[in-house]
């Protein structure tokens, strides 16, 4: 089935998934036609009429339409009078037949439906029979999916109405098919108003209702139209948000999930932002740490990924900081539940990241690096936890008192631990060298990391150096082994790796990326101090390469030297 034109990724994944469940149910219900109208045709009401015969022929030309499906035979005068004579009967059965035929027409359908086809369709959704209902709702859906129906004619003939009304049946389906018809009509700009006024608004006042049934039903309902930028845009404007956001203080743990990833897709979009901060007293800021803290873990997780998705807005921040948010953030790192942990710890990420001008302050003087080093100790194989803890360690030590903040925490000693951990990914990895070896840029820090290193640890360093076929990871590892102190202690410790040591030296000094030839030399510059070292290198490969390395400086020395008169200036306009 060919999809229309201008959806957006999601739509179309959706509106595919859709596509695959109507063929499947096509199918079924093809099989089953046959089946009806052999029924039919042993009843009096049709066996000398008009609508019988002709009924009767358009079954045995059935097979023929698989190979053909020929618009002329589906959409004959005779068509239109038999679909119209049943929609209108008082029969359900009868009126079954016609939403069928309307299924299989949807289905093979080529060229778009005349106009007068569509008043068989609002009777048999005015229908008293759900089944009746849904069948000739599906059919809909369908022709709206291939733009085989004008959408501003079902606006006009008032078909949400009695679409709406099937939604308070209760039933999935229903409330499927109102979602998929509501999504594609807001497509239409035209449409947008009547779709608000007719589709969206009583949907809202339905997720306000004190039944909780009807009220899941309709949060649920508003969930689905927030995966479409045009409906969304359209629920905004209808006033959603306000809705939304009071039902996150549902008893209900099902509404609350909803409303929460509403919200959370709704917020994933920058410009509606200032609508979803407007309300008073920071209710959603509030709301949202709240559900952070849900006995329901799926809750507290979405509440989390919303508050991160907002936390790059500053007025959100600015929030957050009023409420003093950093306390039941590490009231969730305590908590045994790795849900909850990694939820706290990758908020406290973003929000380090995007901080106010004092925020990375309160968060230092609220213990948070205190609460990090205690926790890396016994969280050491989840990835998510370490990456977001080395994050904020590199973001919090950027100033002084961050820097000593991290000196009389745990979180040297933790990083270090963490390395050793065998379920870490080497991307976690990475950034616990990242880390480990931005900490090393200060010299308190350098002295601490060389006091406290292990010789598993000092081995681990060695063996990552040595990954050459991930640089990234090879260079922080070995920037770290360059920055320690060459005590008698550290010296015990890096004299059973001299070999490895020097073969990743070998590779860094034959690299063309000037990084790491500058990092080999300033590594050979610190073990020389160890005489035993300097043996190992003499008149070896490592000290031949050294020399042509040199060689290759002074010459590009020279030749700069013949274009000094340029000044920096003239060379960077």
Not at 333 to 354: C, D, G, N, R, Y
Not at 388 to 402: A, Y
């Amino acid at each position: 089935m060919s999809m229309a034109s201008g959806f957006c990724e999601d739509c179309s994944r959706l509106l595919k998934e859709f596509t695959v469940q109507l063929r499947k149910v096509c199918r079924e219900f093809q099989q089953k036609i046959m089946e009806v109208f052999r029924e039919l045709s042993q009843c009096t009401c049709f066996r000398n009429t008009p609508d019988r015969n002709l009924l009767r022929t358009r079954m045995q030309e059935f097979p023929f339409q698989h190979q053909l499906y020929d618009n002329e035979t589906l959409l004959n005068p005779g068509s239109l009078q038999a679909l119209s004579r049943l929609a209108t009967s008082e029969n359900t059965d009868l009126q079954m037949s016609a939403a069928m035929y309307y299924l299989h027409l949807s289905h093979h359908l080529k060229s778009p439906l005349p106009d007068a086809f569509m008043e068989p369709v609002m009777a048999l959704l005015l229908s008293t029979d759900l089944d009746v209902q849904k069948t000739i709702s599906l059919s809909l859906v369908n022709l709206l999916v291939k733009n085989n129906v004008c959408k501003e004619l079902v606006i006009e003939m008032g078909m949400l109405v009695p679409i709406l009304e099937m939604f308070q049946s209760g039933d999935a389906t229903a409330q499927s098919h109102l979602c998929a018809c509501v999504t594609m009509l807001s497509s239409s700009e035209s449409n947008r108003e009547a779709v608000k006024v007719d589709g969206i608004m009583p949907l809202l006042a339905l997720a306000k209702s004190y039944n909780p049934q009807v009220q899941q039903n309709a949060t649920w309902a508003l969930l689905h139209l927030t995966q479409s930028d045009w409906s969304t845009r359209i629920l905004c404007q209808a006033g959603a948000i306000p809705v939304l956001i009071l039902l996150l203080q549902s008893s209900d743990s099902e509404v609350q999930f909803y409303s929460c990833t509403a919200l959370c897709n709704i917020a994933a979009v920058q410009k509606h932002h200032p609508k979803l901060l407007s309300i008073g007293g920071h209710f959603l800021s509030k709301s949202l740490l709240t559900l952070m803290s849900s006995s329901v873990q799926k809750n507290s997780t979405q509440a989390c990924r919303c508050l991160k998705t907002l936390s790059k807005n500053v007025l959100f921040q600015e929030q957050l900081m009023e409420l003093d948010c950093v306390l039941p953030l590490k009231a969730l790192l305590k908590t045994s539940s790795p849900v909850w942990t990694e939820s706290a710890i990758t908020l406290l990420s973003a929000l380090s990241a995007h901080p106010p001008t004092n925020f990375q302050d309160v968060l230092i003087n609220e213990g948070l690096l205190d609460e990090i080093g205690l926790l890396l100790h016994h969280h050491t194989s989840s990835s998510v936890f370490i990456t977001h803890s080395c994050k904020i360690i590199t973001k919090l030590c950027s100033s002084s008192m961050g820097q000593q903040a991290v000196m009389e925490s745990l979180c040297l000693s933790g990083l270090l631990r963490a390395l050793l951990s065998p379920s870490l990914s080497d991307d976690t990895v990475l950034h616990v060298t990242s880390c480990l070896h931005h900490l090393t840029t200060w010299d308190p820090s350098k002295s601490n990391m060389s006091l406290a290193i292990t010789s598993e640890q000092v081995s681990r360093l060695v063996k990552l150096s040595g990954q050459i076929q991930n640089p990234r990871l090879s260079y922080n590892s070995a920037a770290i082994i360059s920055k320690l102190e060459m005590n008698e202690e550290m010296v015990h410790l890096l004299r059973p790796h001299y070999t490895n040591i020097v073969e990743y030296l070998s590779v860094f000094l034959h690299n063309t990326d000037v990084k790491f030839q500058q990092l080999g030399i300033a590594t050979i510059f610190n073990l020389k101090k160890d005489g035993d070292f300097s043996s190992l290198l003499a008149n070896s490969e490592v000290e031949a390469q050294l020399w042509k390395v040199h060689a290759q400086t002074e010459e590009t020395r020279r030749l700069l030297q013949m274009i000094q008169p340029l000044s920096p200036s003239s060379l960077n306009p």
